[in-house]
Protein backbone atom coordinates (compact mmCIF):
# COMPACT_ATOMS: atom_id res chain seq x y z
CA UNK A 1 0.00 0.00 0.00
CA UNK A 2 1.03 3.40 -0.91
CA UNK A 3 0.77 6.02 1.99
CA UNK A 4 0.79 9.64 1.82
CA UNK A 5 3.30 11.13 4.32
CA UNK A 6 3.68 14.88 4.87
CA UNK A 7 4.58 16.87 7.79
CA UNK A 8 2.27 20.39 8.55
CA UNK A 9 3.57 22.62 10.69
CA UNK A 10 0.58 24.36 12.43
CA UNK A 11 0.72 27.73 14.69
CA UNK A 12 -2.18 27.64 17.06
CA UNK A 13 -1.21 24.21 18.87
CA UNK A 14 -2.35 20.75 18.39
CA UNK A 15 -5.73 19.26 19.56
CA UNK A 16 -6.19 15.93 20.54
CA UNK A 17 -7.45 13.45 17.78
CA UNK A 18 -6.33 16.40 15.14
CA UNK A 19 -4.37 13.84 12.77
CA UNK A 20 -7.77 11.48 12.82
CA UNK A 21 -8.51 9.83 10.67
CA UNK A 22 -4.78 9.70 9.31
CA UNK A 23 -1.97 8.06 11.85
CA UNK A 24 0.13 10.89 13.99
CA UNK A 25 3.87 9.36 12.95
CA UNK A 26 5.13 12.35 15.34
CA UNK A 27 3.80 14.99 17.21
CA UNK A 28 6.45 17.93 17.82
CA UNK A 29 5.34 21.05 20.21
CA UNK A 30 7.42 24.15 20.40
CA UNK A 31 5.38 27.20 21.85
CA UNK A 32 2.24 27.61 19.49
CA UNK A 33 3.78 25.96 17.01
CA UNK A 34 3.15 22.08 16.27
CA UNK A 35 4.86 19.81 13.52
CA UNK A 36 2.47 17.01 13.08
CA UNK A 37 4.03 14.70 10.60
CA UNK A 38 0.67 12.84 9.17
CA UNK A 39 0.61 8.91 7.33
CA UNK A 40 -2.61 9.05 5.51
CA UNK A 41 -4.44 6.06 3.03
CA UNK A 42 -5.99 8.64 0.91
CA UNK A 43 -5.60 11.97 0.04
CA UNK A 44 -9.10 13.01 1.44
CA UNK A 45 -7.97 11.80 4.79
CA UNK A 46 -5.24 14.76 4.22
CA UNK A 47 -7.63 17.05 3.24
CA UNK A 48 -9.60 16.40 6.36
CA UNK A 49 -6.89 16.76 8.44
CA UNK A 50 -6.16 20.35 6.82
CA UNK A 51 -10.04 21.52 6.66
CA UNK A 52 -10.58 20.59 10.45
CA UNK A 53 -7.29 22.26 11.21
CA UNK A 54 -8.38 25.37 10.13
CA UNK A 55 -12.14 25.23 11.24
CA UNK A 56 -10.47 24.98 15.30
CA UNK A 57 -8.40 27.94 14.21
CA UNK A 58 -5.21 26.22 13.61
CA UNK A 59 -3.34 27.49 10.72
CA UNK A 60 -0.88 25.52 8.35
CA UNK A 61 2.29 27.62 8.19
CA UNK A 62 3.81 24.42 6.05
CA UNK A 63 3.55 21.44 4.81
CA UNK A 64 6.66 19.44 3.37
CA UNK A 65 7.38 16.06 2.03
CA UNK A 66 9.57 13.30 1.89
CA UNK A 67 10.83 14.50 -1.43
CA UNK A 68 12.05 17.20 -0.11
CA UNK A 69 9.13 19.89 -1.75
CA UNK A 70 7.90 22.06 0.78
CA UNK A 71 4.96 24.43 0.59
CA UNK A 72 4.14 27.20 2.15
CA UNK A 73 0.43 27.51 3.90
CA UNK A 74 -2.03 25.75 2.43
CA UNK A 75 -2.29 25.93 -0.96
CA UNK A 76 -1.95 22.60 -2.31
CA UNK A 77 -3.40 20.62 -4.97
CA UNK A 78 -5.14 16.91 -4.86
CA UNK A 79 -1.80 16.68 -7.93
CA UNK A 80 1.19 17.90 -5.72
CA UNK A 81 -0.24 15.75 -2.81
CA UNK A 82 0.13 12.64 -4.77
CA UNK A 83 3.19 13.13 -6.17
CA UNK A 84 4.99 14.49 -2.98
CA UNK A 85 2.85 12.37 -0.46
CA UNK A 86 3.30 9.22 -2.02
CA UNK A 87 7.17 10.10 -3.29
CA UNK A 88 10.82 9.64 -1.60
CA UNK A 89 14.35 10.25 -2.14
CA UNK A 90 16.94 7.71 -1.98
CA UNK A 91 20.00 8.75 0.09
CA UNK A 92 23.27 7.11 0.38
CA UNK A 93 26.63 8.14 1.75
CA UNK A 94 26.86 10.44 4.59
CA UNK A 95 23.93 11.62 6.33
CA UNK A 96 23.01 13.70 9.20
CA UNK A 97 19.73 12.80 11.43
CA UNK A 98 17.77 14.19 13.77
CA UNK A 99 15.32 11.53 15.72
CA UNK A 100 12.57 11.74 18.02
CA UNK A 101 12.19 8.28 19.21
CA UNK A 102 13.77 5.64 20.91
CA UNK A 103 17.39 4.61 18.97
CA UNK A 104 15.84 0.99 18.77
CA UNK A 105 13.08 2.18 17.44
CA UNK A 106 14.98 3.64 14.16
CA UNK A 107 18.44 2.37 13.95
CA UNK A 108 18.00 -0.82 12.63
CA UNK A 109 16.38 1.14 9.32
CA UNK A 110 19.58 1.80 8.63
CA UNK A 111 22.30 -0.19 7.16
CA UNK A 112 25.73 1.63 8.43
CA UNK A 113 29.39 1.39 8.39
CA UNK A 114 29.90 3.98 11.26
CA UNK A 115 27.29 5.40 13.60
CA UNK A 116 27.73 8.41 16.12
CA UNK A 117 24.91 9.40 18.48
CA UNK A 118 24.80 12.88 20.39
CA UNK A 119 22.34 11.65 22.87
CA UNK A 120 22.15 15.65 24.51
CA UNK A 121 20.67 17.27 21.09
CA UNK A 122 19.09 14.01 19.54
CA UNK A 123 21.36 14.08 15.94
CA UNK A 124 23.29 11.57 14.38
CA UNK A 125 25.69 11.34 12.02
CA UNK A 126 26.05 8.21 9.79
CA UNK A 127 27.87 6.80 7.25
CA UNK A 128 25.47 3.94 5.43
CA UNK A 129 26.61 1.07 3.61
CA UNK A 130 22.74 0.95 1.69
CA UNK A 131 20.63 3.64 0.22
CA UNK A 132 17.91 4.33 2.82
CA UNK A 133 14.40 6.31 1.59
CA UNK A 134 13.45 9.54 3.11
CA UNK A 135 9.78 8.00 3.15
CA UNK A 136 11.60 4.95 5.84
CA UNK A 137 13.28 8.00 8.08
CA UNK A 138 9.62 9.64 7.48
CA UNK A 139 7.64 6.64 9.43
CA UNK A 140 10.85 6.08 12.17
CA UNK A 141 10.12 9.97 13.17
CA UNK A 142 13.26 10.52 11.59
CA UNK A 143 14.28 14.30 10.07
CA UNK A 144 17.11 14.19 7.46
CA UNK A 145 19.08 16.84 8.10
CA UNK A 146 21.66 16.67 5.90
CA UNK A 147 22.77 16.08 2.54
CA UNK A 148 19.26 18.15 2.53
CA UNK A 149 16.20 18.90 5.43
CA UNK A 150 13.71 16.99 5.01
CA UNK A 151 10.52 16.57 5.38
CA UNK A 152 10.80 20.41 7.01
Known amino acids: MSYIRAAVLLEGGCRANLAEPCEAV ?19 EFFKVLERA ?3 GIIPVEIGFPTGRKVRGYNLSPEDLVTHGRGSLEVSGRVELE ?7 WVGALKVARLSVDL ?3 RAKAELLEPVSTSRLFDAGVRLLKPLRVPL
Not at 99 to 105: A, I, T
Open 26 to 44: LELRRGNLCELWLKCVHLE
Open 54 to 56: LNE
Open 99 to 105: YYKPLGS
Open 120 to 122: GSS
